[in-house]
């Protein structure tokens, strides 16, 4: 009798003789196997194979329209490239040929017809064992990659968190409300989106874009902090929270950390290459960077400062288009002239007007 688990292993039987499917039928089940099917025609094996998933498969090779070489190549096709078929020839043909074609072509085993009942039974165990193996197998490496995609997904969403708090923790001290840094990564993938970018890429400027001003930790607050104008010196320490935030995110070895590192140091460059830090000008200003550069002024100048109350947003918006191709990259500022950009963005500023807001917000010295 075949030990458990063998026993309910589904056995699938293809000869065209249906007296030699009677007979080895009859010594499946005599040695216990309870799920034995099988076929006479040769076409119906690849439909087989997928509805009933057998463990193991007994084949003949000389049969009427299809032989056993035209099934072996359907059932690996079937079955796919990691998938371990195990099976049995059982043929009159014994010429080394048919066996290293059979082997070849994807057998795991080969018998010569007259067969001895022990010696098939022998070969069918051996291959359900294997059969059996490569499963647990398999299902080991499915809950093992499962745990890796769920640990990997936490350790992301930990490090994006990070990030974020990052990114709050910098525009803390020039914004006490936070949500700058959030509203200036939704509306760079907004217009990113308009743009026709990948999802790929929106998601990582939707991420990276609220590092654009980590720099600012390393301003003093002297400078970033003053309820009034900068002088030309302290106009210069500004500048430098470009460059400091590139510093701070250099060498980073994710995607998101290396495009928010490019971003901190671009997003001040303007069109005409009168920005800062290294006057970059046209085309030669990174994407991201001149993404950013719109949403960071059309965000700033919607803001309240100490220094001056918010710009209604219609107001920034005719601003932004007043310097396409001088401050901003005019593609990107002609989309803020589509309707459906315009609800977009005039709705970002609506939902945050509606939020309760500090009173403290803080200056950042005229800059934007």
């Known amino acids: ?44 094996v690849s439909r087989l194979y997928r509805e009933q998933d057998p463990d193991v498969v007994l084949l003949d090779l000389h049969m009427p329209k299809l032989d056993g070489f035209a099934v072996l190549q359907q059932l690996r096709a079937a079955a796919g490239p990691q998938a371990y078929v195990p099976v049995l020839v059982l043929t009159g043909d014994s010429s080394a040929e048919a066996r290293r074609r059979a082997l070849s072509a994807g057998a795991k085993d080969f018998l010569t017809k007259p067969f001895e009942v022990g010696e098939v039974l022998l070969r069918i165990r051996n291959l359900l064992e294997t059969r059996y193996l490569h499963r647990e197998i398999t299902t080991q490496n499915q809950l093992l990659e499962q745990r890796v995609r769920q640990r990997t997904g936490e350790l992301e969403g930990a490090y994006l968190d990070t990030l974020e708090r990052l990114a709050i923790a910098a525009e803390f001290r020039d914004d006490e409300t936070g949500r700058h840094t959030e509203r200036v990564g939704e509306v760079a993938a907004m217009l990113g989106s308009a743009l026709g970018l990948p999802e790929e890429d929106l998601f990582l400027i939707r991420r990276a874009a609220p590092l654009h001003d980590v720099g600012k930790i390393g301003i003093p607050d002297a400078v970033l902090r003053k309820p009034g104008p900068l002088t030309g010196e302290e106009w210069e320490i500004m500048k430098t929270h470009a460059t400091i935030g590139a510093r701070i995110l250099a060498g980073g070895r994710s995607r998101v950390v290396q495009l928010a590192e490019e971003i901190a140091l671009h997003h001040h460059e303007q069109w005409d290459g009168e920005g800062y830090p290294a006057g970059v000008s046209g085309e030669a200003i990174p994407l991201p960077g001149r993404l950013v550069m719109v949403a960071d002024v059309y965000d700033a100048l919607t803001s309240d400062r100490v220094y001056r109350e918010a710009w209604p947003p219609e107001k920034v918006l005719a601003y932004i288009n007043q310097y396409a191709g001088r401050r901003f990259d005019p593609r990107i500022a002609a989309l803020c002239e589509r309707p459906g950009v315009r609800r977009m963005l005039l709705g970002i500023r609506e939902r945050d007007s509606a939020r309760p807001r500090s009173t403290a917000a803080a200056a950042s010295g005229g800059a934007v």
């Open 1 to 44: 009798m075949a030990e458990s688990p063998f026993a309910e292993a589904r056995i699938l039987i293809v000869d065209d003789e249906e007296t030699n499917v009677r007979a080895l039928a009859r010594i499946l089940r005599a040695a216990g196997y309870t799920k034995v099917l099988s076929t006479t025609d040769p076409t119906v």
